[in-house]
């Protein structure tokens, strides 16, 4: 796990070996380890080093053989199996990095099929002057990049790019519309016009004339599932086991976050079954009981004899981290704060690796939403009436409700035309149709709704599990945990999102996934007596903490002042934006925490980058 950076000056006018520098240094977070540049012509690449794989310093990057030169960010699990099929390749060191150029080297473009891992790296073909640039299969590492005829740039991070000062710091107004209605903006769209996000499993070819070539790699294999259930069950815990097994593989220590949910239970599970040795788990805890999951993490950790760590924190604890956190902050979210605790305490106890339940929800149908999106479509047929009269009926079942959950259930009513692609659009709403718009000033309003495909070869959970992964999970979840986790320099890895298991649990019927006594029932029973009945049938809480309190009270002159600030900017109406907060501030219960702190958060991020 690591930062890269790189500078192609097309025109030879910059002095890149100084930018590279100042690149790398902007990213020193991602890897306190080693720090390195290399400059070929006018070409500059740069690294910084979180050792996880071979820490012998010959496997410090930019790496070089005779014909290649790769920087690489993430980590290839099966890089040994790999390697054994490239004997003619004079291997000198026992990286990963180094299995990626042979792999490239022997096979070309096709080296993606054969990785299995999490990744954005860069390989320079010395021969041809020709960069290629690929991104893993789920998105779970960054890459950011801008083009022009004058020169390419690219990042782990945003600030990496808008370090060089050659970016206009310029809001996308489109993305900004996206990021008003969904909490966030999808690749390849960033905040920041001409900076752009690769898209998850892809890659690029770029040569000294700035030529470039974007193809997709990786598409599901739509082979429906015909297994009977029990054989389905063998299959996902066989598949499940092996992606924690390859998630072990590492020269570190490697632990895990137990929050005591479904998800990371089921990791912890395999991990202490597939390892010798005592598994270190990690949970913050609180001692307000409306807030405290503790209990349940312990059940975990005494069943698995785990070495366990609960970070006891009281919300002040929390409401102290916050400053600094956002200061981290690559991209705006209204999310993620937790990850930035919880990985802040593992790396004092020393690992720079931990593993994580991130993707269980969206894999096997944990939402509510799988729930509402399949109530919806069995009324598909009122859905697809008109749509004066579908407002009307929503009205009359609403009643004069005014919060903004019932004014986008209207939305959603009002507005189907009974696909799921429009109907998952409206359920990943922050606000109702009208108070998007409403934030903005008109000659900034777009509509801007989510360009996604129904797919007629995979079940329908499987596509509401796929627009998962193309919205909400890689451009929220997986950016929000790289950002906040490498802010420590650690290392998050996720088994759930082990492209073997994707792939085979978008093939399984729906009838195997949603159960209502049994939540996420096809994980549930693939583990068997491996998950206690306390876990599986808790009440889900996830990361709860007093936001509404805090706004109100300890971090309102912070809000305040951000919003504020967001208001003098032309890009926003001043009026509405004060008409959310005064309503919040009268516990009106329109508008919660929510709803306000993602405007926030955007704000401190435009300030802090002094985005126009």
């Given at each position: 796990m690591c930062g890269i950076n790189g500078l192609w000056d097309f025109k030879r006018n910059l002095d890149g070996k100084a930018l590279i520098i100042k690149m790398n240094n902007s990213l020193i977070h991602r890897g306190p380890d080693y720090g390195s540049n290399l400059t070929l012509n006018n070409l500059h690449l740069g690294h910084r080093r979180l050792s996880i794989i071979d820490i012998d310093p010959r496997s410090n990057q930019p790496f070089s053989n005779e014909n290649y030169v790769i920087v690489f960010n993430g980590e290839i699990y099966n890089y040994q199996e790999i390697k054994k099929r490239i004997p003619e390749y004079n291997f000198i060191t026992n990286s990963d990095t180094e299995v990626i150029i042979a792999a490239f080297q022997k096979w070309g473009l096709d080296c993606l099929q054969h990785f299995n891992g999490m990744f954005a790296f860069s390989i320079y073909d010395k021969q041809k002057e020709e960069l290629f640039i690929a991104r893993d299969r789920m998105g779970i590492k960054p890459f950011y990049y801008t083009l022009t005829d004058n020169y390419f740039i690219f990042s782990s991070e945003i600030k990496g790019i808008l370090s060089t000062d050659l970016v206009k710091k310029e809001i996308n107004s489109n993305a900004l519309n996206q990021y008003i209605r969904y909490q966030t903006c999808n690749s390849p769209s960033t905040l920041i016009n001409n900076v752009f996000s690769l898209e998850k499993g892809s890659y690029m070819l770029i040569n000294?004339?700035?030529?470039?070539?974007?193809?997709?790699?990786?598409?599901?294999?739509?082979t429906i599932n015909t297994s009977n259930y029990d054989n389905i069950k063998a299959d996902v815990k066989k598949l499940f086991f092996k992606a924690v097994e390859n998630r072990l593989v590492a020269d570190v220590n490697v632990g895990a976050f137990l929050s005591?949910?479904?998800?990371?239970?089921?990791?912890?599970?395999?991990?202490?079954?597939?390892?010798?040795?005592?598994?270190?788990?990690?949970?913050?805890?609180f001692a307000e009981k409306e807030y405290d999951e503790s209990k349940y993490a312990e059940i975990i950790a005494k069943k698995y004899n785990t070495n366990h760590t609960s970070i006891q924190l009281n919300p002040t604890d929390f409401l102290n981290e916050i400053p600094t956190a956002l200061n981290f902050m690559d991209h705006p979210s209204g999310d993620?704060?937790?990850?930035?605790?919880v990985s802040k305490y593992v790396k004092k106890e020393n690992l720079s690796v931990a593993l994580s339940g991130l993707g269980g929800d969206e894999l096997f149908a944990g939402y509510p939403l799988f729930n509402q999106l399949q109530k919806l479509s069995k009324i598909e047929s009122f859905l697809k009436l008109p749509k004066g009269l579908k407002k009307t009926i929503a009205k009359t079942y609403l009643g004069n409700k005014s919060d903004i959950a019932s004014l986008k259930t209207l939305d959603l009513i009002s507005?189907?035309?009974?696909?799921?692609s429009t109907n998952y659009s409206y359920t990943r709403l922050m606000l109702d149709s009208s108070s998007s718009k409403s934030i903005l000033n008109k000659e900034y309003y777009t509509s801007n709704e989510l360009n996604l495909k129904y797919n007629n070869k995979i079940p329908f959970i499987s596509n509401i599990s796929q627009f998962e992964f193309d919205t909400y999970l890689e451009n929220t979840l997986l950016r929000d945990t790289d950002q906040f986790s490498m802010a420590h320099a650690l290392e998050v890895r996720v088994p759930f999102l082990d492209h073997n298991l994707v792939e085979y649990v978008l093939n399984i019927p729906d009838k195997y996934k949603t159960n209502k006594q049994i939540p996420k029932q096809l994980i549930v029973d693939s583990m068997g007596d491996l998950l206690p009945k306390e876990i599986i049938y808790r009440k889900k809480m996830g990361f709860v903490m007093p936001w509404e309190i805090w706004m109100k009270n300890e971090l309102k002159s912070f809000c305040e002042e951000k919003l504020k600030n967001l208001k003098d900017r032309q890009y926003f109406n001043a009026i509405f934006i004060e008409e959310i907060w005064s309503s919040f501030l009268a516990n009106e219960n329109k508008f919660n925490w929510s709803r306000i702190w993602y405007l926030v958060t955007l704000s401190n991020w435009l300030d802090k980058y002094e985005i126009e």
């Amino acid at each position: 796990m690591c930062g890269i950076n790189g500078l192609w000056d097309f025109k030879r006018n910059l002095d890149g070996k100084a930018l590279i520098i100042k690149m790398n240094n902007s990213l020193i977070h991602r890897g306190p380890d080693y720090g390195s540049n290399l400059t070929l012509n006018n070409l500059h690449l740069g690294h910084r080093r979180l050792s996880i794989i071979d820490i012998d310093p010959r496997s410090n990057q930019p790496f070089s053989n005779e014909n290649y030169v790769i920087v690489f960010n993430g980590e290839i699990y099966n890089y040994q199996e790999i390697k054994k099929r490239i004997p003619e390749y004079n291997f000198i060191t026992n990286s990963d990095t180094e299995v990626i150029i042979a792999a490239f080297q022997k096979w070309g473009l096709d080296c993606l099929q054969h990785f299995n891992g999490m990744f954005a790296f860069s390989i320079y073909d010395k021969q041809k002057e020709e960069l290629f640039i690929a991104r893993d299969r789920m998105g779970i590492k960054p890459f950011y990049y801008t083009l022009t005829d004058n020169y390419f740039i690219f990042s782990s991070e945003i600030k990496g790019i808008l370090s060089t000062d050659l970016v206009k710091k310029e809001i996308n107004s489109n993305a900004l519309n996206q990021y008003i209605r969904y909490q966030t903006c999808n690749s390849p769209s960033t905040l920041i016009n001409n900076v752009f996000s690769l898209e998850k499993g892809s890659y690029m070819l770029i040569n000294k004339n700035g030529l470039i070539t974007k193809k997709v790699y990786w598409k599901i294999n739509e082979t429906i599932n015909t297994s009977n259930y029990d054989n389905i069950k063998a299959d996902v815990k066989k598949l499940f086991f092996k992606a924690v097994e390859n998630r072990l593989v590492a020269d570190v220590n490697v632990g895990a976050f137990l929050s005591g949910g479904i998800d990371s239970s089921a990791v912890v599970a395999a991990m202490s079954n597939l390892s010798s040795n005592n598994i270190s788990t990690f949970s913050v805890n609180f001692a307000e009981k409306e807030y405290d999951e503790s209990k349940y993490a312990e059940i975990i950790a005494k069943k698995y004899n785990t070495n366990h760590t609960s970070i006891q924190l009281n919300p002040t604890d929390f409401l102290n981290e916050i400053p600094t956190a956002l200061n981290f902050m690559d991209h705006p979210s209204g999310d993620g704060l937790n990850t930035y605790v919880v990985s802040k305490y593992v790396k004092k106890e020393n690992l720079s690796v931990a593993l994580s339940g991130l993707g269980g929800d969206e894999l096997f149908a944990g939402y509510p939403l799988f729930n509402q999106l399949q109530k919806l479509s069995k009324i598909e047929s009122f859905l697809k009436l008109p749509k004066g009269l579908k407002k009307t009926i929503a009205k009359t079942y609403l009643g004069n409700k005014s919060d903004i959950a019932s004014l986008k259930t209207l939305d959603l009513i009002s507005n189907s035309k009974g696909d799921l692609s429009t109907n998952y659009s409206y359920t990943r709403l922050m606000l109702d149709s009208s108070s998007s718009k409403s934030i903005l000033n008109k000659e900034y309003y777009t509509s801007n709704e989510l360009n996604l495909k129904y797919n007629n070869k995979i079940p329908f959970i499987s596509n509401i599990s796929q627009f998962e992964f193309d919205t909400y999970l890689e451009n929220t979840l997986l950016r929000d945990t790289d950002q906040f986790s490498m802010a420590h320099a650690l290392e998050v890895r996720v088994p759930f999102l082990d492209h073997n298991l994707v792939e085979y649990v978008l093939n399984i019927p729906d009838k195997y996934k949603t159960n209502k006594q049994i939540p996420k029932q096809l994980i549930v029973d693939s583990m068997g007596d491996l998950l206690p009945k306390e876990i599986i049938y808790r009440k889900k809480m996830g990361f709860v903490m007093p936001w509404e309190i805090w706004m109100k009270n300890e971090l309102k002159s912070f809000c305040e002042e951000k919003l504020k600030n967001l208001k003098d900017r032309q890009y926003f109406n001043a009026i509405f934006i004060e008409e959310i907060w005064s309503s919040f501030l009268a516990n009106e219960n329109k508008f919660n925490w929510s709803r306000i702190w993602y405007l926030v958060t955007l704000s401190n991020w435009l300030d802090k980058y002094e985005i126009e």
